[in-house]
Every structure is written in structure tokens, then in C-alpha cells.
């Protein structure tokens, strides 16, 4: 049987709130369900739920801790990731997701109203249609950094009350030094296994774009 409680999660985010454990835990029941449905998750994944997908996204958290009154936008969010979990992790931070394929949405929204996550919106729109600013921009390797940023260029507050300034947090895989290098953009590089030791987080990377 594997293993489909959130102890993953609570390694290394051990403060979470009882009502916080309570909506991941209900997570993998979720997609689980949703997932039959309308496939957001690969199915071989589904039972890595919280390692590949939950975790993964809560990689950003490391990175930089959202506060009460900021807002992030999640492009390309598919399923909710890495939205819906760092919705339940700030819930003093609002998220909006936005997709360009409406199922995807669905799911999504479903997923939210079911763990009463009132702090984040969905809507099935392209990027480039999402007409608000933000704090930060979030996504998971959607594409090549050149070709993202095109996309969300102009979408961010001019006001920063973070730790660090407003910028794009973007999840990646792989070698990213030439993808970077063709961007022409300042980005940091954050491997995600000096902060957890699964071997899926190996070759993984938080790459931060100050804005």
C-alpha cells in the first residue's frame, strides 16, 4: 500500500495548524476522485501525490514565506499546483490560479471549495488575459523562462513588504544554466535538495526572478 498521509509534509513544515493538516490530508482523497474524472496527474503519480506534487510545490515556501496581504498569481496552474498548496500553507495570502485549458479549472475549483480555501480564486484564462498585479508570480515549468516572461512581463506591484523583492518563483528541472543564459534574465537559482532529501528533489530548482 502506499504511503498517502501527509507525513511528508509535516517533516518538514512541522507547524502546521490543525486545520492545515486537516486540508492536506484531504488532498490525495480529492485528486484521487477528481483525477478519474478529468486527468490532472499523471496515473503512475497519483500515490507520489505528496512527494512529486504537494511537497514539490511547498518548495517555494522555502524560498520565500508570502505574507498576510500579499497576492500571488499561479500561471498554468493545471490541477492546482503549486497553488492549492501554498493556499492552505498562507491563508492571510490571496492566490489567484488561471489556466488556459477550462477542465483543468474545474478541478481546481473543485478541489478549493471542498477544503474552503476562501483565500484563493481560479478562472480559465491565458496569462497574457489576467489583467490585475501582484506580489508574485508562481508556476511550474509551463515553458522556457524566455518564452514565460513575455507573458507576465508588466504584471507586478510596485510595492514590496516581503523578505525578498516582488518577483516570478518558478519551479524547474534539469540543467538550467543555458535556458537562463537565452531568458537574459537575473535569475537565482535555489536547489530544492538542500532542503529536502528525496532523491525526486535531486536535479529540482526554485528559480527567482526579482522584479
Known amino acids: 500500500m502506499p504511503d498517502v498521509k501527509p507525513d511528508i509534509i509535516l517533516k518538514y513544515f512541522p507547524d502546521l495548524t490543525e486545520k492545515q493538516l486537516g486540508q492536506f490530508s484531504r488532498l490525495f482523497e480529492l485528486y ?14 497519483i500515490e507520489e501525490l505528496y512527494e ?19 497576492s500571488v498569481l499561479d500561471v498554468g496552474t493545471g ?10 500553507l498562507f ?18 475549483k473543485e478541489v478549493a471549495s471542498a477544503l474552503g480555501l476562501d483565500n484563493l480564486r481560479a478562472d480559465h484564462l491565458r496569462a497574457e488575459q489576467v ?9 511550474r ?15 507586478f506591484k510596485k510595492d514590496s513588504i516581503n523578505a525578498i523583492p516582488n518577483g516570478i518563483l518558478y519551479l524547474k528541472g534539469g540543467d538550467l544554466a543555458e535556458e537562463i543564459r537565452e531568458s537574459k534574465l537575473k535569475a537565482e537559482l535555489y536547489p530544492l535538495s538542500a532542503y529536502f532529501e528525496e532523491d525526486f528533489f535531486e536535479t529540482k530548482y526554485v528559480v527567482y526572478v526579482p522584479q
Open 141 to 155: 515549468a509551463v515553458t522556457r523562462l524566455g518564452e514565460f516572461y513575455p507573458w507576465i512581463q508588466g504584471k
Open 91 to 108: 491563508p492571510e495570502t490571496q492566490f489567484y490560479l488561471v489556466d488556459s485549458i477550462g477542465k483543468k479549472i474545474k478541478v481546481v
Open 32 to 45: 484521487s476522485f477528481w483525477n478519474a474524472q478529468i486527468n490532472v496527474i499523471s496515473r503512475k503519480d
Open 131 to 139: 489583467k490585475e498585479k501582484f506580489n508574485f508570480i508562481v508556476s
Open 79 to 88: 490541477g492546482g499546483f503549486p497553488g492549492i498548496p501554498l493556499a492552505i
Open 52 to 70: 512529486r506534487h504537494v511537497l514539490h510545490s511547498l518548495g517555494i515556501a522555502k524560498i520565500c514565506t508570502f505574507k498576510a496581504g500579499e
